[in-house]
């Protein structure tokens, strides 16, 4: 413990491990729940609900966290703390109020596009929960850029911990409950114990009064627009499986095929901890590194952490490859396996998002966010072509034959991308996670000869 204490990376990455852990535990817990108390039509409907709620907070989180965090490490901010507390409250405002307009006056016509009428009810009471996303999100950026993962960890733990909780009660004790309303309902209720501990956790950072500087504003809006439309691109472009899916097959396949593919997206969501949790992590040390250190430590920091992230998650996705039916039949049951081929066609190409997840971290750290724009724009119209082509052609297994050719395209565009931007070596990614395994081997031997020694 005093080693964690000690060491920036160890207590950065613990902590966010364990947020992102948590977070893939409860919500694979309460997804098994849930496959199992809906049925597949409705359960169909909440996982485009789900989509669209998780895709407004990445575009939000995009718009809000990497401009505030930035600009609070930029030493020519050192004394402005509070004008760029105060700009970063008011987009976030905005843009939520704009949300909250879309899905009052435009959730009818979302529902009708995804054939799922189901979706307005829920749309309109999810305006709780966008307003308060405003407090949650704005304390968690706080706590992000001074590096307070441990906090951010707890309120996570708790949300997700009374989804989980609420889930459960109600699925096994009040079954005539268990309905989407009030699935939301108790999104909204987790939510709010959520702000109330980032609250109390940001009392030492949070704003006092209001800072107005328009000048902060304009450039930390400047900043953040290109990163938000990257948020934008690159979210879209995940979810298309799901929504060209709703749209272009009938109701009833739609929907089919739609449970299908939120069951391959929980397992890469499951890949996708370590990476998420390193690029929290690596985003405000790269602002601080490029103004101490310069390009190069950007550049080993980048190499060092996927050479350890691949070096976790190829194993992973191998024995996911091998035993797709017995993982199907954990995480949803037996009347999920129509999923297995969709699985498997995906899950070796996914080791692509690991590289995506920290492409756009590190661009945006040093100051190119145009460049995470436009690449992330040109792979989301890629995406939409090839989604849309391939549903037409293939029918239902289109979208995963699109989701192989983009990961294709996406690792050759972006490794372009970084060894122009910081002269990434791949070789080097590959040397760092061979040296995981020979450090992890070499510990373990050690130990195994300490404990046959005593």
């Known amino acids: 413990m005093k080693l964690l204490k000690s060491s920036f990376w160890l207590h950065s990455i613990f902590y966010t491990l364990l947020q992102r852990f948590s977070i893939f535990f409860f919500g694979a817990v309460s997804y098994m729940v849930l496959v199992r108390g809906l049925s597949k039509e409705n359960f169909a409907v909440w996982a485009l609900y789900l989509m669209i709620m998780t895709l407004f907070e990445m575009i939000k989180q995009g718009l809000l966290r990497n401009p505030t965090i930035k600009f609070l490490g930029l030493s020519e901010y050192a004394d402005k703390k509070k004008e760029v507390q105060s700009a970063a409250l008011v987009m976030n405002i905005t843009f939520s109020i704009l949300a909250m307009l879309i899905f009052t006056f435009a959730g009818g016509l979302i529902a009708h596009l995804l054939k799922s009428e189901e979706l307005t009810p829920l749309l309109l009471w999810s305006l709780l929960f966008v307003a308060l996303l405003i407090p949650y999100n704005h304390y968690e950026v706080l706590l992000q850029a001074h590096y307070m993962f441990n906090r951010i960890f707890w309120a996570y733990f708790v949300r997700q911990g009374i989804f989980f909780t609420g889930t459960l009660v109600m699925f096994f004790f ?51 627009k290109y990163i938000f439309g990257t948020n934008l691109f690159s979210s879209v472009a995940r979810s298309f499986d799901h929504f060209i899916t709703a749209s272009v097959l009938g109701p009833i396949q739609g929907k089919e095929f739609v449970s299908n593919y939120n069951t391959v997206a929980r397992i890469n969501n499951m890949i996708d901890v370590p990476s998420l949790a390193a690029a929290d992590v690596l985003f405000p040390k790269n602002v601080q590194t490029l103004e101490t250190d310069g390009l190069g430590k950007v550049k080993y920091y980048f190499e060092r952490m996927m050479g350890t992230i691949l070096a976790l998650v190829v194993p992973l ?36 998002r690991p590289l995506s997840y920290q492409f756009g971290s590190t661009l945006d750290a040093i100051g190119k ?30 979208a995963a034959y699109a989701t192989v050719a983009f990961c294709i395209v996406s690792y050759i565009v972006m490794v372009a991308m970084l060894k122009k931007h910081i002269h990434l070596e791949v070789k080097n990614m590959f040397h760092y996670m061979i040296q995981f395994y020979k450090d992890m081997f070499g510990l373990a031997r050690k130990k195994l000869a300490k404990t046959s020694g005593s």
């Open 174 to 224: 009040f079954p005539a409950w268990f309905t989407l309303l009030n699935l939301v309902l108790l999104q909204i209720v987790a939510l709010l114990a959520g702000v109330i501990i980032l609250y109390k956790a940001t009392s030492a950072y949070r704003l006092r009064g209001f800072h107005n500087d328009g000048a902060i504003i304009r450039r930390m809006f400047h900043f953040g």
């Open 317 to 352: 996705s191998l024995f996911i490859f091998i035993f797709p039916k017995f993982i199907i039949y954990v995480l949803a049951g037996p009347k999920y396996y129509d999923a297995v081929p969709i699985l498997q066609l995906t899950i070796l190409f996914s080791l692509v």
């Open 369 to 398: 966010p145009q460049a995470n724009f436009y690449v992330n724009l040109c792979l989301m119209i890629f995406n939409l072509g090839a989604t849309y082509l391939g549903l037409r052609y293939f029918d239902g297994m289109g």
